[in-house]
C-alpha cells in the first residue's frame, strides 16, 4: 500500500492521481470510510467534511450495464486474436460519471484478479489513462508512454 501524501491543515490525505501507479493502488486499495450518525456529537466538523468529500461511489443500473457489457467483452475477447477483439466506447456529456464509472469498473476487476492471483501484488490488470475532452482517436491510442503521435503542450 502507499503511503499518503503529507497532510493538509485539516489532517486530510489527499490521493495521489489514478494515473499513475501508486495513486491508482491507493484507489484501489482504500476502504472506505464508515458511514456516522450526523448526530453524533463526537463527530468533529472537519471529519464530516473528510467524510463527505469522499464522494463515496454507490453502483447504479446504468454503472451495473457497463458492468455486464464491459464483462461479456472480456469473455468474448478472452480467446480472440489483437486485431479481432471487441472494444466498447463509453461517450457522453461532460459530468455524467463516466469516469467514475469506469474507475468502479477498474477497481472490482483488480479487486477481482488479485482473488484469483494471490500474492503477486506487481500485477497490474488495469491501465487507467485520463483522455481529455478534444483528444482525437489517434490521440488516444498513441497515449502510452513514449508515444508521440499527438503534440504536447509544453510548459
Not at 33 to 39: E, F, G, K
Given at each position: 500500500m502507499v503511503s499518503p501524501s503529507p497532510n493538509d491543515t485539516a489532517g486530510f490525505a489527499p490521493l495521489a492521481p489514478a494515473t499513475v501507479w501508486h495513486g491508482w493502488d491507493a484507489f484501489v486499495h482504500r476502504a472506505p470510510?464508515?458511514?456516522?450518525?450526523?448526530?453524533d456529537p463526537a463527530w468533529?466538523?472537519?471529519g464530516r467534511e473528510d467524510y463527505h468529500s469522499e464522494l463515496a461511489v454507490?453502483?447504479?443500473p446504468a454503472m451495473d450495464s457497463v458492468f455486464t457489457a464491459v464483462r461479456r467483452l472480456l469473455l468474448v475477447n478472452r480467446r480472440q486474436q489483437a486485431g479481432a477483439r471487441r472494444g466498447l466506447i463509453i461517450s457522453g456529456p461532460a459530468t455524467t460519471g463516466k469516469t467514475t464509472t469506469m474507475m468502479a469498473l477498474g477497481r472490482s476487476f483488480q479487486l477481482a484478479d488479485a482473488?484469483?492471483?494471490p500474492g503477486q501484488a506487481e500485477r497490474r490488470p488495469v491501465l487507467f489513462i485520463s483522455v481529455p475532452p478534444a483528444a482525437t482517436p489517434r490521440c488516444?491510442?498513441?497515449s502510452s508512454p513514449g508515444s508521440s503521435a499527438c503534440p504536447s503542450p509544453t510548459v
Open positions: 470510510a464508515p458511514a456516522r450518525d450526523a448526530a468533529p466538523q472537519t454507490m453502483r447504479t482473488r484469483q492471483h488516444s491510442s498513441a
